[in-house]
């Protein structure tokens, strides 16, 4: 789920007691349970992920009760740079680092100058 936190708290509650009877269910190795009334089947390889934009404006803090069912992950802003010199001297050019330089000043300048393409 992309941007968790822009839920509002009383629907990330209920997601909380969802989220807990899946993971209940894994723990307990069934191969069905009871998710919200009904009887169904559970895949073992199951997986749950949620992404969070904390800081911005509108955004939740996360119930407790919620937190402490998934583990973080903290996510940093790539080093271009570096990325692009790495594939520039793999491809034998002897100017990496400075082409590398050049070419994420004019990524920089495209995505300021030009328009979103939708």
């Given at each position: 789920?992309?941007?968790?936190?822009?839920?509002?708290?009383?629907?990330?509650?209920?997601?909380?007691?969802?989220?807990?009877?899946?993971?209940?269910?894994?723990?307990?190795?069934?191969?069905?349970?009871?998710?919200?009334?009904?009887e169904i089947s559970l895949q073992h390889?199951?997986?749950?992920?949620?992404?969070?934009?904390?800081?911005?404006?509108?955004?939740?803090?996360?119930?407790?009760?919620?937190?402490?069912?998934?583990?973080?992950?903290?996510?940093?802003?790539?080093?271009?740079?570096?990325?692009?010199?790495?594939m520039l001297v793999a491809e034998a050019?002897?100017?990496?680092?400075?082409?590398?330089?050049?070419?994420?000043?004019?990524?920089?300048?495209?995505?300021?100058l030009l328009s979103k393409q939708d």
């Amino acid at each position: 789920f992309d941007e968790f936190n822009r839920i509002s708290i009383e629907v990330l509650s209920v997601v909380a007691g969802q989220v807990k009877s899946v993971l209940d269910a894994i723990k307990e190795n069934k191969s069905e349970f009871l998710y919200m009334g009904e009887e169904i089947s559970l895949q073992h390889s199951v997986g749950m992920f949620i992404t969070m934009n904390p800081g911005y404006a509108g955004r939740t803090e996360l119930p407790e009760n919620l937190k402490a069912l998934f583990r973080p992950c903290a996510m940093v802003v790539p080093d271009f740079a570096l990325i692009a010199e790495i594939m520039l001297v793999a491809e034998a050019f002897s100017e990496a680092k400075i082409l590398a330089q050049k070419f994420i000043r004019l990524y920089e300048l495209c995505r300021e100058l030009l328009s979103k393409q939708d």
